[in-house]
């Protein structure tokens, strides 16, 4: 996806106009499910003392910086903070509420890039959420060179031009966003920055450490891929909607075995079989199996092309709650990840440290015991797909593709 930036709707709106205040308010919200505030209060809590003087760029009705200062751990009094921004649309209300936290909060009804121009050059940090994504490549090397010569630490939150955000752009009215903020929301994500963009404009030769990655989502798999599981990997036609919504449909149906339209129940000489109802539209009418290690690879590839971050082979060892997220310790590693949301899917097999993991225990006699063996040529009729009933067990097979049949018991 190429960067191209366009007009906002909020941009043209007069600060008192009732569908920029709605967009104010979406924007609050957007926010806070991001959690742009709780990313700049931890960078900045390194960097300031009492006393401090940040500039907020961008600074719109200036609730972002109020949460910043909310949240940092330990916060810093006396800090003189000049919220620029030229819609004037800082409120009273807002200036008190920073008083209460011993800060100074001045807002300046200005344009950013002139505001700069006779800006001092003592500041102890400056900060821009969802505001640099507005500029032009020249206008934002400008910026840039700007702010590199007034702070000591620059800190941007900023949306990450990728299909993942796009995605969820898009699905913005679904938390009740007005129609100015949903197409203000796409229109920043293509003009969102990815890889090492901003650093890229940052300018050169000034003796900064730069630092820009994504901020979630990330996926952290402990195993390398592709790898086997004991599972027969059979996909109900429940699940089509779903690879379709995922954009894997096609892919799905090139590289898994035949449709399975019949269940079939084999114990020693009996066999019994019945026709598989065929499943009612969207789902595809038949389930079909497919290799895990194909599958699962599929997936992961899936999540990397809709923007996530893939650590692999990280094996998450505990997860710490902090006051806007999670910190997740990798195992065996001196790295750490942090995210608002923490989605623990492990699987409940294997046993670990986490709190959502089965602790190790001692086995038993009437542990089961789960293997998986793949056959070539198998004469097993590519529809069917039996239960195999034996002494003290039971497992499946299914032709998965690739010649293939799998049992899993
Ligand atoms: C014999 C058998 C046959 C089955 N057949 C079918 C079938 O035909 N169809 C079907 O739908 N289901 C089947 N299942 C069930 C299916 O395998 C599971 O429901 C499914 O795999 C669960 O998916 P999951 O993503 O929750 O966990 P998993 O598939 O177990 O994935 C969990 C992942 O988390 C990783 N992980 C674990 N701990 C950590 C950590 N600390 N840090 C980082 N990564 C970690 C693991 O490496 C793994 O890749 C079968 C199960 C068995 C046992």
Partial sequence: MLRSIQPEALDSLAACDPRAQRSRRDLRLINILMGNAGSAACALAKELGDGAGIADLGAGDGTFMLRVARQIRPRPVRVALSLVDRAGAISGETTARFRALQWTATPLAADVIEWLHRAPADFDAMTAN????????????????????RTRVFIACEPRRSHLALAASRALWIIGCGPETCEDAVISVRAGFRDDELS???????????????????????????????????????????????????????????????VALFAGSSQLAAQMPAAPAPCRPFGRAMRREDFDAMLLARAAHFGATIYQ????????????GFRCLVRGANQELRARLVIAAHGSWLPGSLATQPRHGAARPSDLIGFKTHFRGAALPSHVMPLLAFPGGYGGLVNSGASSAMASS
């Avoid at 082979?313 to 806007?324: I, T």
């Fill in 130 to 149: 969802l505001f640099l994504h507005h500029f032009e490549p020249p206008a934002l090397r400008r910026l840039l060179s700007l702010v590199a010569e």
């Fill in 200 to 262: 890229q404009a940052w300018p050169d030769g000034r003796g900064w450490e730069l630092k820009e990655g994504p901020r979630g989502p990330f996926v952290a798999e402990k195993s390398v891929f592709p790898r086997d599981k004991v599972c027969g990997g059979f996909l109900a036609a429940t699940s089509s909607p779903l690879l379709e919504e995922l954009g894997l449909g096609e892919l799905f149906a090139g590289c898994a075995g035949p449709e399975i339209r019949t």
């Fill in 313 to 324: 082979p990280w094996s998450v060892g505990a997860v710490q709650k902090e006051h806007d």
